[in-house]
């Protein structure tokens, strides 16, 4: 599985952007997608799954109410929205995947993730 994320930009306090998540080499509905960041000086954080077959979505705390997952199988797309953004989302995104299910009980656990695509930068102005 092949991933390309692209989305990503520069935006003001309080802004939107919409991140997309296109696969290849296989169909996603049986994979769970998720999104992580990493900003400068910053361990790598998961910000939200969905999760494969059953679709659950998870979200990391400081960003529920905020983003929101969602798939397209037809575009074997998955996309994050994110609304209200600060300064402190300001990092590289990127989309991962496995073949599988999730369940998620604290945080989002990258080390379950196969595929990883190429990041996509976010920057928040203030």
């Known amino acids: 599985v092949q991933l390309q994320a692209s989305g990503g930009g520069t935006v003001q306090f309080g802004g939107s952007l919409r991140l997309s998540c296109v696969a290849s080499g296989s169909t996603l509905d049986e994979y769970t997608i998720g999104w992580f960041r990493q900003a400068p000086g910053r361990e790598r954080e998961g910000v939200s799954c969905?999760?494969?077959?059953?679709?659950?979505?998870y979200y990391k705390d400081s960003v529920k109410g905020r983003f929101s997952i969602s798939r397209d199988n037809a575009r074997n797309t998955v996309y994050l929205e994110m609304n209200s953004l600060n300064p402190d989302d300001t990092a590289v995104y990127y989309c991962a995947a496995f073949r599988g299910t999730i369940v998620v009980v604290t945080e989002i656990p990258a080390e379950e993730f196969t595929y990883w695509g190429q990041g996509t930068l976010v920057t928040v102005s203030s």
């Open positions: 969905i999760s494969g077959s059953v679709g659950r979505k």
